[in-house]
């Protein structure tokens, strides 16, 4: 496997990782200090850690791309479902952001509802994009 293959894939696995904390921190918050606190935890994170992973991501996956062109029609599917996943991650950071000053509990669960349902979405598009990533373009 070439390096770029496997830069590729650690920085997915570390999104990957980045996503479980979020999840398992967020669904530990019920009470009010509870969830201003995974507010403040999921923006430091988001911030430090998958914005960053994020951009390693997308430039190891377009020099993935230059290298196998000309792309056939799955690598078209392949980086449509994957942009698509990164989009819906990218606008549940901003709406983190947002989030992360709100004090009042109904206004925060609502983010939190927002943010969840599109992370649901972009998980929809992730698995069909590592699915053919590791099925038909391993090296």
Not at 33 to 55: C, M, Q, T, W
Not at 76 to 94: E, N, R, Y
Not at 103 to 125: P, Q, S, Y
Request: net charge positive.
């Amino acid at each position: 496997m070439e390096p770029f293959h496997v830069a590729h894939l650690a920085a997915l696995g570390i999104w990957l990782g980045v996503v479980i904390t979020e999840v398992l921190f967020e669904f530990v918050g019920s009470d009010a200090d509870s969830l201003r606190a995974a507010a403040r935890f999921h923006y430091n994170v988001d911030k430090f850690g998958e914005l960053p992973i994020l951009l390693v991501v997308l430039i190891t996956g377009a020099i993935l791309a230059a290298r196998a062109w000309p792309l056939t029609p799955l690598h078209f599917i392949k980086i449509a479902v994957s942009l698509a996943a990164v989009g819906c991650a990218l606008v549940c950071t901003v709406w983190v952001f947002q989030r992360r000053r709100i004090e009042d509990v109904n206004a925060l669960l609502g983010w939190r509802r927002r943010i969840w349902t599109l992370a649901a979405v972009a998980a929809a598009f992730a698995a069909p994009a590592m699915y053919l990533g590791l099925v038909y373009f391993r090296a």
